[in-house]
């Protein structure tokens, strides 16, 4: 197989399947699978099965260990199987990105494409909002505390937040750290983005509160732009009046910020993720098996069968306790690491690709204190080609 040939293929593959992630979980698997049977047919042609995983290869190794060995307390060895699956699939988008030469211009469509499927699923979100049922999928709105959430084509509310506020983030990198970009595009850039943050709002997800804090902090403190920060005042105290009669009437009757945050059922499923923890701590009950162990582990006041955690970390560390979670963050680091280093580089201090990189998988990491983002497939592919992104940034400056 031509190198040429190979390499469209696999940047075809990987576009595609970042692009179709709230659309459909079936078309991201086609992607995946058709680019790994593509490598593994030209490693076989070239007699090469290295692999080169920017540093995370052991912690990688290690990870798949652990959850391997947290199959000895899983109750459903058919669901941790499943789990190893998924965990291998997740892998495969690493390696994926490994291959490609090109890394500058394939990252920078990639984060395009991901802009260009937060902008489309927010228009199905927003007909959705109005209409009762959104265009792709028909999924209907659903309701909390008189509020209207809107899904879009994905499983849940708070899992098109999750995905939205990643984007987002992109999005703002995208306009406030490339001062290169022409001012029709940046025009462009801001109504997707204002498109994109009303879906987001229309979600109504406790964690993009946090997520806006961020972004709003990070934004201001590295551009010192006081427009923006007015601006994003503005618009919070706007949203704010502009919510439903029965949340804005929850809300004063619920001032605490803690009840606002965690509310009793996150706090019944934190609680059994702890007892979990306390039950096995070095290596979890089981990948992938959070939701048959509920009812085993949880308190005598919960009343909870089959739920997750609501929150990522928690959420590992029931499954595969405090070592799948320390080697977890370890393979995080060297993301970050990687990305951290282009952003001090003078010659990349206008890289809006890394900052992009750095604020989504912030973004992800933020929303995951309140949501098992990792729990679902579509969330678990979006997340690990963001940390791709993150891990193979060439050293070289990106352009408008």
């Known amino acids: 197989m031509p190198d040429i040939a190979y390499q469209k293929i696999l940047i075809f593959c990987i576009c595609m399947v970042a692009f179709m992630i709230p659309f ?21 042609y070239k007699r090469n099965f290295s692999i080169n995983a920017a540093g995370t290869g052991y912690f990688l190794l290690g990870f798949l260990l652990v959850a391997l060995a947290s199959m000895l307390n899983a109750v459903d060895k058919g669901v941790a199987i499943t789990g190893l699956r998924k965990i291998l699939k997740y892998y495969s988008i690493i390696v994926i990105f490994s291959e490609i030469k090109d890394k500058r211009n394939t990252i920078r469509q990639v984060l395009y494409c991901l802009m260009a499927a937060a902008f489309f699923i927010s228009l199905d979100g927003i007909f959705q909002y109005y209409k009762g049922f959104d265009l792709i999928k028909h999924s209907q709105l659903t309701y909390t505390l008189g509020a209207k959430r809107i899904t879009g084509s994905m499983h849940n509310p708070n899992d098109l937040a999750v995905f939205m506020a990643s984007c987002i983030a992109i999005y703002f990198a995208s306009l406030f750290f490339n001062n290169g970009k022409p001012f029709k595009k940046k025009l462009l850039l801001a109504v997707s983005l204002v498109i994109c943050i009303i879906a987001s709002i229309m ?6 509160i946090l997520f806006y ?31 439903p009669a029965g949340t804005l009437s929850w809300l004063k009757d619920n001032p605490n910020i803690i009840d606002f945050f965690i509310d009793h059922s996150r706090y019944l499923h934190w609680k059994t993720a702890i007892n979990m923890l306390k039950a096995h701590p070095f290596i ?6 959070f939701v048959p162990s509920y009812i085993i582990y949880r308190g005598p006041d919960d009343g909870f069968v089959g739920w997750y955690a609501h929150n990522l970390y928690l959420h590992m560390l029931g499954e595969v306790g405090l070592a799948g979670f320390g080697i977890f963050i370890a393979i995080m680091i060297c993301g970050f690491k990687n990305c951290l280093r282009n952003i ?6 206008d890289n809006w690709v890394s900052y992009g990189a750095l604020f989504s998988v912030s973004a992800f990491l933020i929303t995951g204190i309140f949501e098992s983002n990792l729990f679902y497939s579509n969330l678990a592919v979006f997340f690990w080609i963001l940390f791709s992104v993150m891990l193979f940034l060439p050293s070289k400056p990106y352009s408008a």
Do not use: E, H
């Open 24 to 44: 459909s979980i079936a078309l991201t698997n086609i992607g995946i699978i058709a680019a790994i049977i593509v490598i593994i047919a030209y490693r076989v």
């Open 344 to 349: 001090k580089q003078k010659a990349l201090s």
């Open 203 to 208: 979600t109504f997800y406790r964690g993009l």
């Open 213 to 243: 804090f961020f972004m709003i902090a990070a934004v201001f403190l590295m551009r010192r732009n006081i427009k923006f920060l007015a601006a994003s005042i503005i618009a919070v105290i706007l949203t704010y009046i502009l919510l």
């Open 284 to 289: 979890g009950i089981g990948i992938n098996n």
